[in-house]
């Protein structure tokens, strides 16, 4: 079955490391996302990127960086200067690229998401 | 940006009992979504609906684009409806969700 895979579902992380996230979709969808989501609070977009070597910053991108080297992969390093890391990652893909039209237009779909404590 | 509002915030609910949500947003809207996302994290994709009404069991959907509202309609509810429900939508001429803050509901035996 095809889906998205987030791993690892759990990640402590002591001050000062950088830590990644990894996210990998098989669904040959183009785009992808990674938002952050706090307890009681909906999700911000942190990062996007729409095709392989290419991305770009959303709402939060501060102390977060990217890479897009496969359509299937798109990991999220927390570097250690994100003051306030503890929060749920979750990862999404869509099959569409902005400007496709209304045509084009498909749902997103999620991963299971990562927790991320500083300890 | 969009603002999107949600309403209630919270909703407790005995089991059989119907119930509205509300999702407003402040422009228009390629995209629309409704989420559910259960006490593990998971946010499950109940609805693509950027216009129209869809249903799908005992929950349905229905977007007036026009009027910059949707509405979620789950009917005689199960303690498996528990959750946070989210309504996420995509600006025209953007091309990323953001997200309301939810609903929370709580539906007991």
């Known amino acids: 079955d095809g889906g998205i895979t987030q791993s690892p579902k759990y990640l402590f992380r002591k001050e000062g490391q950088n830590v990644t996230l990894s996210c990998e979709q098989n669904?040959?969808?183009?785009?992808m996302y990674w938002y952050r989501q706090d307890p009681g609070q909906g999700l911000r977009l942190i990062y996007y990127s729409q095709i392989v070597n290419d991305f770009q910053k959303g709402d939060i991108a501060e102390g977060y960086s990217v890479s897009r080297e496969k359509k299937e992969s798109f990991p999220l390093t927390v570097t250690s200067a994100q003051k306030n890391p503890t929060a749920f990652y979750l990862c999404?893909?869509?099959?569409?690229?902005?400007?496709?039209?209304?045509?084009?237009?498909?749902?997103?779909?999620f991963g299971s998401g990562t927790r991320l404590t500083v300890v | 940006g969009i603002q999107v509002e949600q309403s209630p915030p919270d909703l407790i609910l005995q089991e059989g009992a119907n119930s509205t949500l509300r999702c407003n947003f402040s422009?228009?809207?390629?995209?629309l979504q409704w989420f559910h996302q259960n006490p593990w994290g998971q946010l499950i994709n109940l609805f693509y609906?950027?216009?129209g009404t869809k249903q799908n069991g005992r929950l349905s959907a229905t977007t007036v684009a026009t009027e910059r509202y949707s509405l979620l309609y789950i009917s005689s509810s199960q303690t498996t409806d528990s959750g946070v429900y989210f309504c996420a939508v995509e600006p025209a001429g953007y091309s990323t969700l953001t997200f309301g803050k939810g609903t929370m509901l709580l539906v007991s035996p």
């Open positions: 422009d228009s809207v390629n995209n």
């Open positions: 999404a893909s869509s099959i569409r690229r902005a400007g496709s039209g209304p045509e084009g237009k498909y749902g997103y779909t």
């Open positions: 609906i950027p216009s």
């Open positions: 669904l040959n969808h183009d785009a």
